[in-house]
Nanobody, 116 residues
Framework: QVQLVESGGGLVQPGGSLKLSCVASGNIFSINAWGWYRQAPGKERELVAIITSGGGTNYDDSVKGRFTISRDAENTVYLQMNSLKPEDTAVYYC???????????WGQGTQVTVSS
């Protein structure tokens, strides 16, 4: 089992920045990819960014050049969000994929609101 706890969401003005954190506990050695997803009201949950255990990253086109996913040497995954836009408003979820069967673990989500 893996537990994920997000933090760092909040209200920010357009053009501002936020940094989300996701602290993982449990059997993190079973995980081969970490990601951030988001879900806006009335929309499907979508992938924002992903980082593999080897350090490879991938981003949705809508956030390329503005968001950066990273992971420390221990158990925390980050999402640095710059130049935020109102359309980035959503609940952001941390995700971990188990290597043996690609089972998805999810955090509880953290709200990001971009508004003036």
């Amino acid at each position: 089992q893996v537990q994920l706890v997000e933090s760092g969401g909040g209200l920010v003005q357009p053009g501002g920045s936020l940094k989300l954190s996701c602290v993982a506990s449990g059997n993190i050695f079973s995980i081969n990819a970490w990601g951030w997803y988001r879900q806006a009201p009335g929309k499907e949950r979508e992938l924002v960014a992903i980082i593999t255990s080897g350090g490879g990253t991938n981003y949705d086109d809508s956030v390329k050049g503005r968001f950066t996913i990273s992971r420390d040497a221990e158990n925390t995954v980050y999402l640095q969000m710059n130049s935020l836009k109102p359309e980035d408003t959503a609940v952001y979820y941390c995700n971990a994929k188990r290597s043996v069967d690609m089972y998805n673990y999810w955090g509880q989500g953290t709200q990001v609101t971009v508004s003036s």
